[in-house]
Every structure is written in C-alpha cells, then in structure tokens.
C-alpha cells in the first residue's frame, strides 16, 4: 500500500474521513467530509506530519523554507519541519499571527525570516483565502512562494468550471501537492467491498461537481 492509501485508511480510523451526508459551505450535500482539525493528539499530529514529510519528498519541490498560515497551518508547518528533519531535511519555518504584535519582537510573522524559496503548508484549500494572504506575505518580505501542500484535494469545481486549487495554480502559478486526492479515496474506496455503497455514493458527486485532475 503505497503512502496515499496508508493516509486515507489513518484519516477513516481517526475519524478525520467520514461517510455519510455532509452539507458543504457551497450547500452542495456531499457523501464525505474531511476534517483535518480532528488530528488533535500527539500520536495523530506526529502521524500527520509523516505524510506531509513524504507528499513533499516525493513531488520533488525545490524549497528552502516552511510557512504555515494561521490558524491551522501552524501546528502542521511545525510538525512538517520536525519530520522532514527527521529524514535529514532540515528546513527553517515561520507562521503568521491573525493580528501584528506592537510590542517585544513586533510584526505578525513568528520563526525564520522568510527568504527564498517558501512552500506553504495548509490542510485543504476551500476558497483559498489563506493561500492568497500566504503568497502576498511572502511576496512582501521578498521570498518566492514556490507551491503549497494540502492534506486532501477534493478535485470539486468552486464557483466555476475549475476547482479551488486548479484556480491557485492559475493565480499564482505555483504547485499544489495534496497527501491525497478524490482519486485516491476512490482507488481506495474499490479496494474496500465493504464501502460499495460509500464508493457509489462518491462516485455519483464527483460525477456531479468533480473536476478532472488535469484541468
């Protein structure tokens, strides 16, 4: 079982994933829902970061240094970094504040200065605000945002025919590496007889609101 699988499977036990009938911010009534802010022991975050870790290695991004966005990213940018050294990657990170500090060191961003090339670490992309913000606060210390990593693509359209993380691609002309995508919930899903009906169930909202990945 190759990493992505082994992370759907983790995110089913910790009940993360879940099947059922889930009503969207978009209002869409989807089969599944996602919650990466349910990764909230030790044992899971260290898990957690492990996939982050190999999403990374294996997309073959050049990067120098970490940046988690508030809120979420922040205990994930920190993780990622652990692990990533813990394979002999060592990477500087930061992570912003909602609101700048005018007192002690100042400023809203906590941890490495930002210089380089910077990936983003985020645990989905929705409407991708957190990205845009993310990028024009790299952009202004003068570093690169050179992609970001999300734990799960959904691969649905937003608002048009492209999905939220097809339009950052577009915007801003960066990768985005997901731990895994709806591809690999269904691959997973067909391997799983005891998920038939979650597996058509998926199916048929993909077939509905998906996008296809090389949009």
């Not at 909602?98 to 060191?105: L, N, T, V």
């Not at 649905?156 to 985005?176: C, H, K, W, Y």
């Amino acid at each position: 079982m190759d990493f992505r699988q082994e992370f759907i499977e983790f995110a089913l036990n910790q009940n993360v994933l879940r099947f059922g009938e889930f009503k969207t911010k978009a209002g869409r009534l989807s089969p599944y829902f996602f919650n990466a802010g349910l990764f909230d022991d030790g044992a899971s975050l260290d898990r957690i970061s492990q996939f982050y870790a190999m999403a990374i290695l294996a997309s073959g991004t050049p990067v120098d240094m970490l940046f988690g966005p508030a809120y979420k990213g922040i205990p994930l940018v920190s993780v990622s970094a652990l692990a990533l050294a813990r394979t002999g990657h060592n990477l500087p990170f930061a992570f912003n504040r909602k609101e700048a500090k005018d007192h002690g060191e100042g400023g809203n961003i906590i941890g490495a200065p930002l210089s380089g090339r910077v990936l983003i670490i985020d645990d989905v992309i929705s409407a991708g605000t957190s990205v845009r913000e993310s990028v024009e606060i790299i952009r202004a210390a003068g570093a690169t945002p050179c992609g970001v990593v999300i734990a799960l693509d959904r691969m649905e359209r937003g608002t048009g025919e492209l999905s939220a993380v097809q339009e950052v691609r577009r915007d801003f002309g960066i990768p985005v590496v997901a731990v895994a995508t709806l591809d690999d919930l269904m691959a997973y899903l067909r391997n799983r007889p005891d998920f038939k009906q979650h597996e058509e169930a998926v199916a048929r909202y993909r077939q509905q609101y998906g996008v296809s990945l090389s949009a």
